[in-house]
């Protein structure tokens, strides 16, 4: 089974940027990625998709200064944050989803901290 291992998250700056990275051990040429977010207390909250062919959405808050994308050969996803906010605040997870299966993946999160 492809496991997700995330990474790249830390403290930064309002302002500031960080790259994620989410790392599986085996192919994701066919899964669909997304990048989600969970501060303690409250629900976790859908951050960007990247379909097989590349395609991408973002939730509202993430727009323009987000961005997510995907190195099948490396087996990896990315997650680009910029002009980062203190209510980026969260631990951040990626999740798998195998388009021909439905097998869902999760990795273990993050912790992205944006403070001065």
């Known amino acids: 089974q492809v496991q997700l291992v995330e990474s790249g998250g830390g403290l930064a700056q309002p302002g500031g940027s960080l790259r994620l990275s989410c790392a599986a051990s085996a192919s994701i040429d066919f899964y669909a990625m997304d990048w989600w977010r969970q501060v303690p207390g409250k629900e976790r909250e859908w951050v960007a998709n990247i379909q097989p062919n590349g395609d991408s959405i973002y939730a509202q808050f993430a727009k323009g200064r987000f961005t997510i994308s995907r190195n099948n050969g490396a087996r990896t996803v990315y997650l680009q944050m910029e002009s980062l906010k203190p209510e980026d605040t969260a631990v951040y997870s990626c999740?798998?989803?195998?388009?021909?299966?439905?097998?869902?993946?999760w990795g273990q999160g993050t912790q992205v901290t944006v403070s001065p």
């Open positions: 999740k798998g989803r195998a388009v021909r299966t439905g097998l869902v993946l």
